[in-house]
């Protein structure tokens, strides 16, 4: 099957890739003020789970960022344990080919 962009652009995915980190890594060079830069998405990123533990917006300010914070927090606990299961799958799986259980070539 064709790949509509390669055909397009001329570049594999792989050089697609490539060529979007040299861009990437070119404007970082370029910024003055990094956390200025990065601010606007921090921010909308945190705000998400103010709004998620205070749709409404009826809770007094400490108490919404106390409960943002754990929202957060947990948020990131999911991520990490979403993570750790996939290295044991990764490593389960690594294990079962070193030992030739399984796998194209397995006979």
Known sequence: ?????????????????????IAAHTSWAKCDDSSARTGPGR?????RFEKQVDPDG??????????????????????????????AANKATTRRAAKGGGGEDAA
Request: proline share 4%.
């Open 43 to 47: 921010r909308a990123f945190l705000d």
């Open 58 to 87: 009826t809770l007094a300010p400490d108490e919404r960022a106390r409960r943002a914070v754990h929202a957060r927090k947990a948020y990131m606990k999911r991520l990490a344990l979403a993570s750790s299961k996939a290295r």
């Open 1 to 21: 099957m064709r790949d509509p962009l390669t055909e397009r652009t001329g570049l594999t995915a792989e050089q697609r890739a490539m060529r979007a980190e």
